[in-house]
Structures are given as structure tokens and as C-alpha cells.
């Protein structure tokens, strides 16, 4: 489904912060990262996301990556800034201050840890909307969160006018094709297994991990979609199949994403922020044994991968630590 007025893109990547081996943000690898994953396809960029490890990135670093972001697009690509916080207040500045500078439309997590209520849910995502112009995308992930947005609750939220979208990787299909029957809401992939699945019942697109590593395919689909090109789709979909499964299988998908990046040359380290660490060498044993049965993916050429699970291993403590509560 294609939306005219859709504020966010179609074949979004959360993107990855790359860093540098002591664990701070490599700031040229960052905007060489963005300028390639736009070369490939993205429309949307979604910076400080879970993918982006905004648990541990600063506040100003947050909102420096929203404005190299912007730098960098020059009008090619939407710049959504995501993490928020599980404090409203805090999350409320988070998303005042990422306007400042610049950002395109939000992404706002669920309250995680603090287990709210669905009333608290609802007030949550209100007050945040309340407090900006910017479109507002949800993210239902109860998995990380521990709390999902309920039906009901989606529905209610659905009629504030900043609120049009949700990112969901809650994978409750008949529940997504009931909000989009009874809501003007757009639905984006939040899983990256899910992406054609989702498409197929009238989600918009996709916010997706792969995408670092591969993003052109997405945009085959998205595109196939929109024509109304099932067979297409479902043939990029299945090439797809094991580089997603590399991807988002076995260990945390920032983790995988940067040592495939690495092995590949796109980024200077693999490096992670603890509490995330590298992969152990089983992890990456079986990481590498998926990526040998990639073919005919564009963007995902393997013939000259060189992973480092030296480089990898471990994670960093970085000079200043993050303020997410």
C-alpha cells in the first residue's frame, strides 16, 4: 500500500551506530554507513533505535546522529529518530530536543521495565504526541518491552493526529488487519522475517535490520508490492531467507549486523557497548554457516567476507556513560 502522505519512507533501516574499538561512536563511519544504506534503496532512516543501541548512547549523541542524518540525506531519505525513554518526561525531551535538530517523524517505544498499565500506556504515547508536531510512529514489542499496546489501546490512539503509524513486531497478523480495517493507521514491519508477510495484508513497509547489510532486496519488494507483483516479491523474500536468518537468529541482531559489516569491509569494527557483547565462537561459527548459503542477494556479496571474531569479541565501556533511565 502506498501512502501519499506517508511521512516516514517505505524501506526504513534501523541503522546501526558503528564505533570505534574503545566503544565511541565512529562519527565518519556513521555517515559513510548512511550514505550507503540510502545508495542502496532506504527512504527512511531511523536512527537510535534498538538496533542503533540507544540504551547506551548519550542523550547529545542521540540527537547528534538526527542531525548528521539530516546532513548526510540532503532530502534523500526521512530521518526518524527512535529509543525514547520509559520516564515520559524524559522521553517528552528526548523527542522536543530531536525536532530541534531536525528529525523528520519519531518512533516511540512502549514504557519498558516499569510494566504500566494500559491506561499508562495510552497516557504515555498521549503526552508524547501532545508535546511535538512531528509524526509519531508506535513500537509494540512486547517482547522487549513487557508490555504490549493492546488492541483497544491502539484504537484509541489512533484517532490523535499526530499518531499514524505502528512498527510491529508483535506478529499478531489478524490484529494488524483489524486496525488497518477500522484506522487510518500505516503498519510497518518490525520484524525482518515478517517483512512480505506484513505487506501482504496492507502494511506500508518495513523497519528493518537486514537492511544495513542488505537493503536494496527490501526495496525489490516493497516496489513488487506496490505493483501488485506477488510472485516478485515472494522470490526476493525467499533469497532474502538466509541472510535474515544470519541476521536475527541466533544472537542480537546489532551484534550480528556489525560483525557482518565488519567482515565485509563496509565498517572500521564490530564493536559493541556492554552490556552487548561479540558473538562467542560458536555464535560466529554458525553465523558464517548461514552466510554460505546467501546467493543472488544484491548488496550481499560474500566471496570476499573476512570476519574478525577477535575484533568482535567483547564489548566496550564508553568514556561517558548513556542517560537512558
Not at 519498558?112 to 514489542?141: C, E, S, W
Not at 564490530?270 to 558473538?279: D, Q
Request: glycine share 10%; proline share 6%.
Amino acid at each position: 500500500m502506498t501512502h501519499t502522505d506517508n511521512p516516514f519512507g517505505q524501506v526504513i533501516v534501523a541503522l546501526v551506530t558503528p564505533m570505534t574499538a574503545d566503544g565511541e561512536v565512529d562519527w565518519p563511519a556513521v555517515e559513510k554507513h548512511m550514505d550507503d544504506v540510502i545508495t542502496a534503496g532506504v527512504d527512511g532512516i531511523l536512527v537510535t533505535g534498538t538496533t542503533g543501541e540507544t540504551s547506551t548512547l548519550t542523550d547529545p549523541e542521540k540527537i547528534r546522529l538526527v542531525e548528521v542524518g539530516k546532513d548526510v540525506a540532503a532530502g534523500r531519505a526521512k530521518i526518524i529518530t527512535g529509543g525514547g525513554s520509559n520516564e515520559t518526561a524524559h522521553a517528552i525531551q528526548l523527542y522536543r530536543d530531536s525536532a530541534k535538530a531536525g528529525a523528520d517523524a519519531i518512533l516511540v517505544v512502549t514504557p519498558y521495565y516499569n510494566k504500566p498499565t494500559q491506561a499508562g500506556v495510552l497516557t504515555h504515547f498521549r503526552m508524547v504526541a501532545d508535546a511535538t508536531d512531528l509524526p509519531m510512529m508506535l513500537y509494540d514489542i512486547p517482547g522487549r518491552t513487557g508490555v504490549p499496546i493492546e488492541y483497544e489501546t491502539i484504537l484509541r490512539l489512533a484517532k490523535h493526529p499526530n499518531i499514524l503509524a505502528v512498527k510491529d513486531a508483535k506478529g499478531k497478523f489478524s490484529e494488524v488487519s483489524r486496525v488497518l480495517n477500522q484506522t487510518d493507521l500505516m503498519y510497518f514491519s518490525g520484524d525482518d522475517a515478517n517483512v512480505l508477510p506484513h505487506l501482504a495484508i496492507g502494511a506500508t513497509g518495513l523497519v528493518g535490520v537486514t537492511a544495513n547489510i542488505a537493503a536494496a532486496p527490501y526495496r525489490t519488494i516493497v516496489d513488487a508490492v506496490n505493483r501488485g507483483d506477488l510472485a516478485a516479491a515472494t522470490a526476493e523474500h525467499q533469497r532474502l531467507e538466509p541472510l535474515v536468518r544470519a541476521v536475527m537468529t541466533h544472537i542480537p541482531g546489532t551484534v550480528s549486523t556489525k560483525y557482518i559489516l565488519h567482515g565485509l569491509g563496509r565498517i572500521g569494527s564490530p564493536r559493541v557497548r556492554l552490556p552487548l557483547v561479540g558473538p562467542e565462537e560458536w555464535e560466529a561459527a554458525i553465523i558464517e554457516d548461514e552466510l554460505s548459503l546467501v546467493r543472488d542477494v544484491p548488496g550481499a556479496d560474500f566471496s570476499n567476507f573476512r570476519p574478525d571474531r577477535n575484533a568482535a569479541a567483547g564489548g566496550a565501556l564508553p568514556k561517558v556513560p548513556g542517560t537512558t533511565r
